[in-house]
């Protein structure tokens, strides 16, 4: 009780975020789970019905063509979300030119900070068949005939890909950059005292030194990729959402549109578990633990 | 001998550093165009804005297109919404998370530890998972379709809490407990000693928050579906995006829509100087730590 006292403000300062954790992280957390069993109306009784909203899931074609389409747009992102900021960096450190670097990397970094709507706006823009700006480079330049970029059930999945690369490579990019800059110096100067070329310092000295780097980046990547949903929101037509609806917006459709809320809190609850495969999957994979 | 093949390579490295500066340059341009583009759309004359040949310059320059989404469409009242909701939000979520970052560096607290690992927990538990309870939880609350819920979205977050705290971590202790010495009280010594020593932190959370608020998506689609709450972002996207796609509603010409994008850009932009200088040392922090 005396030492209670004697840290009474400090307790006090922690008390709003106390509550506010409770009721916005946990609550929700075991409330999500009671919802999944039950048969959730918003108004009236909610018996508890089982295992039955999860059954419900499993037997719907719509959440699993859903998987699928998270799978692959989610992979796809992984990879090249991955492999093109690696590039850039590698590259951006070549550039023995301060002020070339320091404006390259400025200008790379500004669509990171604009939101889904914005980028989602401007694309969609520029990739339509009339007047968009990528189509009349092609009609101009190799004569293409305009190409419905975001009605073409090809073309979509494509399209989520290469907007999140292209949105967020600039601040991966950065991330490794950090990672190239805290490799010993020596290790370079080593190199090329052995008569080392710029590639050979490239693949035998930055390449395996920026190896934990690369896996963090590559772990924190994949918690995100489950949960990409503005973006889908956005790009998402009636033509093109076979392709592109992911489980994010399967359970927002589920829950929020039709109000088949315990369907929905099973389905959120099978995302969970897939994150929590593919995260031990790619443990696995980077021998995460190791580092 | 040795000199030819010194020559060599020296040859091949100016071939590829012109490449590579090449390649980089090409990258940069990616970037730069299409803003480029939507800026001489916004600036075009409703009509020549439909036709397919502004690239990089404005065709009739007119600024209609700002004129007719600030009057006409009332983008003004979304505008509002969304600077009360970034205001008030910024500013709680930088001094909660400052409190629970003072808390959490002193070292000698009893029950620091489980505090810690409550904050912690709260990092591990995935949005996905609660989108639906918190539907739930803000409509017993009566908080649908009011501007609250989105204050409340992301109020606090263990991401900030950790910052800030590494941020204090760096003021001298011995100060706080010479002070404490004298007499001041906790709320005394977190206003005018550490507030004003992590000036750095507290910047960096600020911007990071204004950031993420301005452009604050998932909240309001969730939670808001009267059109007079809705923010930037969400007048926007019916603006820009469902306008392409439903029929029969307002025909809104091109340099309509883009003047709306560049108005959602424009606080970005005002403050992207600030933004590079703490977001830097803010994301090497942030990654380091996690």
Known sequence: ?291 | MNRIRYDRQGALNKLFDTLNLLFLLFLMLTMIIPFLNVIALAFSSGVSSMQPDIILFPKQFSAEGFAIVWNSLDIWKPFLNSVIVTGIGTVLHVLLSSFAGYVLMHPFLPGKKLMVTFILITMMIPQEAIMIPLYVVNKDLHLLNTLTVLVLSGLVSGFSILLMRNFFLGVPYEMAESAKMDGAGELRIFSTMYMRLATPGLATVTLFEFVGRWNMFTAPVLFINDSTKYTLQVALKSMIIDANSTSGTYLLTTNVKMAGIIIAIIPLIAIYPFVQKFFMKGIMLGASKE
């Open chain 1, 1 to 291: 009780m005396k030492v209670f006292r004697k840290y009474a403000a400090l307790y006090l300062m922690m008390l709003p975020i106390v509550i506010y954790f409770l009721v916005y992280s946990y609550y929700p957390l075991f409330k999500g789970l009671q919802i999944s069993f039950q048969d959730y109306r918003l108004m009236g009784n909610r018996p508890y019905i089982g295992l039955d909203n999860y059954i419900k899931v499993v037997h719907d074609p719509i959440f699993w063509q859903s998987f699928v389409n998270t799978l692959v747009i989610s992979v796809g992102i992984l990879l090249f979300g991955f492999i093109a900021p690696l590039i850039i960096a590698l590259s951006l450190n070549e550039v023995l030119n301060v002020w070339f670097k320091k404006a390259a990397q400025m200008i790379l970094y500004i669509p990171h900070l604009l939101s889904w709507v914005v980028i989602g706006g401007m694309w969609i823009f520029l990739l339509s068949p009339d007047i968009g700006l990528v189509n009349q480079l092609l009609s101009r330049t190799i004569q293409l005939q305009p190409v419905h970029f975001l009605a073409d059930s090809f073309w979509a999945r494509w399209v989520m890909i290469g907007v999140a690369t292209w949105k967020d490579m600039g601040y991966t990019c950065i991330l490794f950059l950090a990672g190239i800059v805290s490799i010993n110096p020596s290790l370079y100067e080593a190199a090329r005292m052995d008569g080392a070329s710029r590639w050979q310092q490239v693949r035998n000295v930055t390449l395996p030194q920026l190896a934990n780097t690369m896996k963090v980046i590559f772990l924190l990547n994949t918690l995100g990729i489950l949960r990409i949903f503005d973006q889908v929101f956005i790009f998402r037509n009636p033509s093109t959402a076979s392709k592109v609806d992911v489980l994010m917006m399967y359970t927002y459709q589920k829950g929020i549109m039709d109000l088949q809320i315990g369907t929905a809190a099973a389905a959120s609850f099978f995302v969970v578990l897939f994150t929590l495969i593919l995260t031990l999957i790619v443990r696995k994979l980077t021998r995460f633990d190791e580092v």
